[in-house]
């Protein structure tokens, strides 16, 4: 390697490491886009009024169809133990399965008051599962916001699901984490031209899907948020398949190649298959990176999704990293990417944030990814901001969205061009 050329590599760069003040939001969040996957579940929150309000503004108010979550909303009786909380969330399910015959699999909640009650859904889930058997799935996860960011929602909702699927010695590929349907369907289209079969997407969309889980399923993740899910697919015997994560041409070539590998696809195959649209998304995301080349970005920990965004924007949109913060960094999982960051990046974990924001002011960049609370107040000072959730609620995943993932960080920089005044 020449004496100056770039040193690659944050795998073994040493992680800060905060436990502090930190601004996210919490699991109940990931609610939003899990009900629009799964389309025989119902969501019902064990809360509080905060916990509805959160729901119903993240969610919004569904007005022609009936909606698909809920929160039995826990009294200060019940948070006082003057009532039987277990008789009470009997009594709820059993009229919301009465009056909607249609939920198939019902997901119980948690939330942070029902974890400072020390409610135990696990075991009132079993019960309940037992008691509709076979026409009700009842299952739970904690959607809480103790310790907790919004995208472990979907993977503590994932990981419950894993747990109650069949086993079976099925040769197959389990790709986990929920897409936007559209970008599923054009994941689908790529493995099936590359010549895979029994493929399946976990979360399923209904529960009668026939998904099944062994020592002869390879799996892999389109999410980086989904630590505990990952371990037990593990667990239940499934191989991972480790690689970037499919974002850009370069992250979606590399994730592609990693599953051909496995399943013995031929390169020559592999480029018949990809050569098209690889070239697509590398020629429409290099008209969005003129925007993008050079220019700094610093990552608020949030979604979870920071590092492999951050591979995208330094290895294919020539951006310059200065911090990248995550809440949780499962290494297992975003090992290729971290691999592919520039050396001196500096990698978080965690939160403190007044700390943070000194480090944000110090390295002063060109553009900031952050939490909602924290955009405007950052804009205020001066710097452009993009909020993290948006990256979770977009399209962002695979060659045909690669253009626009850039033009998600683009558009801030160019709006501050625009604002800019003087001379
Ligand atoms: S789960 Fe916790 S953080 Fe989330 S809305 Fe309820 S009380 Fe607030």
Redesign the pocket.
């Known amino acids: 390697m020449p004496k100056d050329a770039p040193q690659l590599g944050c795998a073994q760069a040493p992680i800060l490491k905060e436990r502090g003040q930190h601004e996210v939001f ?1 699991g ?1 969040t990931s609610i939003v886009w899990l009900h629009r996957k799964m389309q025989d579940a119902f969501f019902l929150v064990v ?2 009024r ?2 509805a309000h ?1 729901l119903q503004s993240a969610a919004g108010v569904m007005i022609f169809a009936e909606p698909r979550f809920a929160t039995a909303i826990l009294e200060e009786t019940d948070l006082a133990g003057m009532a039987d909380v277990h008789e009470e969330l009997d009594r709820n399910v059993s009229q919301l399965l009465s009056r909607r015959p249609d939920i198939k699999r019902l997901f119980l909640v948690g ?3 029902s974890e400072v009650i020390k409610l135990d859904l696990a075991t009132v889930a079993e019960k309940l599962s037992e008691k509709y058997f076979p026409n009700v799935n009842v299952i739970n996860f904690s ?4 310790e907790t960011t919004f995208t472990q929602g979907e993977d503590a909702c994932l990981e419950a699901v894993i747990r109650s699927l069949p086993s079976s010695e099925k040769t197959q590929l389990a790709v986990l984490g929920a897409l936007p349907d559209i970008v599923q369907d054009q994941m689908m289209r790529l493995l099936e031209q590359l010549g895979l079969k029994n493929v399946f997407v976990l979360p399923q969309v209904k529960f009668d899907d026939d998904v099944s889980i062994g020592k002869n399923t390879q799996f892999i993740c389109v999410q980086p948020f989904l630590g505990a899910s990952y371990e037990e697919m593990v667990r239940r015997g499934a191989k991972p398949i480790s690689a970037n994560f499919p974002f850009g041409a370069e992250g979606t070539t590399k994730w592609l190649w990693a599953i051909s590998e496995r399943f013995g696809i031929s390169k020559a195959k592999f480029d018949t298959v990809v050569a098209a649209p690889k070239l697509r998304a590398e020629q429409a995301v290099a008209a969005v990176a003129d925007g993008l080349r050079g220019k700094s970005v610093f990552f608020f920990p949030d979604s979870q999704l920071e590092i492999p965004l951050a591979r995208f924007l330094s290895a294919e949109c020539g951006m310059e990293l200065t911090e990248v913060g995550s809440p949780f960094i499962h290494k297992s999982l975003v090992h290729a990417d971290l691999e592919d960051l520039p050396a001196p990046t500096q990698i978080s974990e965690g939160q403190d944030v007044d700390k943070q924001l000194d480090r944000v002011f110090d390295y002063n960049p060109d553009l900031t990814v952050c939490g909602l609370g924290l955009a405007n107040p950052l804009e205020s000072k001066g710097l452009s901001t993009k909020w993290a959730i948006e990256l979770v609620f977009s399209p962002i995943h695979f060659y045909e969205q690669a253009a626009d993932l850039a033009s998600l960080f683009a558009r801030p920089l160019k709006r501050a061009e625009l604002l800019k005044v003087g001379p």
Do not use: E
């Not at 959607?143 to 103790?146: K, N």
């Open positions: 919490c109940l809360g509080s905060t916990c959160l939330s942070c008051p959607g809480s916001g103790i």
